[in-house]
């Protein structure tokens, strides 16, 4: 057993590659849906992401709170929302999360923590440092989880936002989830340095690159800043090294990267790595880890199958939540 291993009740390793399961079930199904026209506007998939989305969130409390990314999915299934919810959102369904009227990008689910995902780039950031400080304000030990892309550390918000964390000493975990292209721009094009953490030395802060594949190392190191962040002791920036599989929206063409560039990184997938490794530790068989893939894309279609069968929202009540 690895020292990362054993830091993780048996019970929840199996629970870990459920989810990461579920996600990828999710997220695979949400792209048959697009191409088949039954899904509108554009989605962000996180297929290869799996790791950190389920790593960084199994390193939480059920109070604590997470702000995600227009990428959010994965996010928002790993804090453990209702993926039947999730799909009637999508489909623009009266039982989505938002009645149908966020979508992909906006879908929030307050009751398990989530404050939601956000269609602005780096938009999550000021939320989460907001609620930090209203945290501490407040005197509880709760942490809040901030979750943004390589592409949001080159925003205004994301310096305004870790800068002010550190100065207050806020209880939140700042996650960059670098999965190496700002939708068609390289992160090594885009900052002079070397890592995303490097710039935790600006704010005063500790910085760390993490591998964001490896569902374990991540699952360590945001446990860690989370019991920072509890403990009194301020933000921690973390940067999660990963990669998407699919194009940045569903309208990229790829034309920017490789095949055999993406090829390279699914041979790191992390799905595969930690049922293998889950294995070779004689803590899963090989038939356990099918049955809960299996179980896995049985709960999407089901919950395909009840997004379907889900009302469509009353014109009549097209302005209720609208406000100014």
């Not at 929840?12 to 590659?17: F, G, K, P, Q, W």
């Not at 199904?29 to 026209?37: P, S, Y």
């Not at 938009?123 to 989880?145: E, F, H, N, R, Y």
């Not at 994301?158 to 992160?187: D, K, R, T």
Request: net charge negative; hydrophobic share 35%; with cysteine.
């Amino acid at each position: 057993m690895t020292k990362q291993q054993s830091d993780v009740p048996h019970s929840e390793l199996r629970s870990m590659l459920s989810t990461m399961y579920h996600i990828r079930a999710f997220e695979e199904k949400v792209d048959e849906l697009f191409m088949r026209g039954e899904m509108h506007g554009t989605t962000h998939l996180s297929i290869g992401q799996e790791g950190t989305a389920v790593g960084a969130l199994k390193a939480l409390r059920g109070d604590d709170f997470i702000t995600s990314t227009h990428r959010g999915h994965g996010h928002c299934i790993a804090k453990g929302a209702d993926i039947a919810r999730m799909m009637a959102e999508l489909l623009g369904k009266e039982t989505g999360y938002c009645r149908g009227r966020g979508g992909s990008m906006h879908i929030a689910d307050v009751e398990t923590g989530n404050l939601g995902a956000n269609g602005i780039v780096a938009g999550g950031m000021p939320i989460a440092t907001g609620v930090a400080l209203s945290m501490k304000m407040q005197g509880v030990d709760k942490v809040c989880l901030c979750i943004f892309g390589d592409g949001a550390a080159n925003e205004g918000a994301f310096h305004e936002s870790i800068n002010l964390a550190a100065v207050w000493n806020l209880p939140i975990v700042f996650l960059c989830e670098n999965n190496q292209y700002g939708m068609s721009m390289s992160v090594q094009r885009a900052m002079r340095n070397e890592t995303v953490a490097q710039r935790a030395a600006g704010y005063g802060i500790p910085g760390e690159r993490i591998e964001g594949n490896n569902v374990l190392e991540v699952y360590t190191a945001v446990s860690a800043a989370v019991h920072r962040a509890r403990s009194g002791l301020g933000p921690t920036l973390l940067e999660s090294c990963t990669y998407r599989y699919k194009g940045h929206a569903k309208s990229d063409q790829n034309l920017y990267r490789t095949r055999d560039e993406i090829r390279e990184w699914q041979k790191r997938d992390p799905i595969k790595s930690f049922a293998q490794l889950l294995i070779n530790e004689g803590k899963l068989a090989q038939d356990e880890v099918k049955r809960e893939e299996s179980i896995a894309y049985n709960a999407v279609e089901a919950a395909y199958q009840f997004a379907l069968s889900s009302p469509d929202p009353d014109p009549e009540t097209l302005s209720e939540g609208v406000y100014a």
